[in-house]
């Protein structure tokens, strides 16, 4: 069965607490990407990523950081958590293969900062 | 400003009847989907598109392939499952890096 996995779905932080946000896929994907969905906004790219080890800025990276050791998992870190990255966070992958084919979302993870 | 431009970002529909979504882009793009988000907040993917058009049911997407400058989602015979946020995101360069728009709230009503 072909998903995108993430956990937690709900999350409550302090400000200045860190945050692991992590995200698993079952297909081989190489390409992996993490975005934030607020109101009105629709979805921004925080991060890229094309493979272990190979990651990109999207067009929102400022307080967060990327991992990527294992093909099937992505994970998103916010050192020293903020009010304002409150938000849904979507990861996603796609095959790859020089560009972006179709994209499989996970269910997401709606963080709380207090 | 945006590189993707959504339009409408609202519509009502009644049961049966068509419509179509539209999704403008400031510069030439490679490839565009699109998404529908349902009220749980999951995005399923409903048309990757490089070129040309492709139909699903009563779902028909089309990408500009002269151009390359705009896409549109028809949904012909609306029915209550519809209803959702359809959103469009296109990849400008080679770079896997998607752009989505704001989206469009879609309401479909008996």
């Known amino acids: 069965d072909m998903k995108v996995t993430q956990m937690p779905r709900y999350l409550i932080k302090r400000m200045g607490e860190n945050v692991l946000l992590e995200c698993g896929q079952d297909?081989?994907?190489?390409?992996m990407y993490w975005y934030r969905q607020d109101p009105g906004l629709g979805l921004q790219l925080i991060y890229i990523?094309?493979?272990?080890?190979?990651?990109s800025e999207g067009d929102i990276p400022k307080g967060y950081r990327v991992s990527r050791k294992k093909r099937e998992h992505f994970s998103l870190i916010l050192d020293s958590a903020k009010t304002n990255q409150t938000s849904v966070y979507f990861c996603?992958?796609?095959?790859?293969?020089?560009?972006?084919?179709?994209?499989?979302f996970g269910s997401g993870t709606r963080l709380t900062v207090l | 400003g945006d590189q993707v431009e959504q339009s409408p970002s609202a519509l009502s529909l009644h049961e049966g009847t068509d419509s179509a979504l539209r999704c403008n882009f400031t510069t030439t793009m490679r490839s565009v989907q699109w998404f529908r988000q349902n009220s749980r907040g999951s995005l399923i993917s409903l048309f990757y598109?490089?070129?040309?058009t492709k139909e699903n049911g009563r779902l028909k997407s089309a990408f500009d392939s002269k151009e390359r400058r705009y896409s549109t989602l028809h949904i012909r015979d609306a029915q209550l499952e519809d209803s959702g946020t359809y959103f469009c995101?296109?990849?400008?360069?080679?770079?896997?890096?998607?752009?989505f728009g704001k989206g469009t709230k879609l309401s479909v009503k008996s």
């Open positions: 995101a296109a990849e400008g360069g080679s770079n896997a890096k998607l752009t």
């Open positions: 297909m081989s994907h190489e390409t």
């Open positions: 990523s094309y493979d272990v080890d190979s990651n």
């Open positions: 996603a992958s796609s095959p790859g293969l020089g560009g972006a084919e179709t994209l499989y």
């Open positions: 598109l490089a070129s040309g």
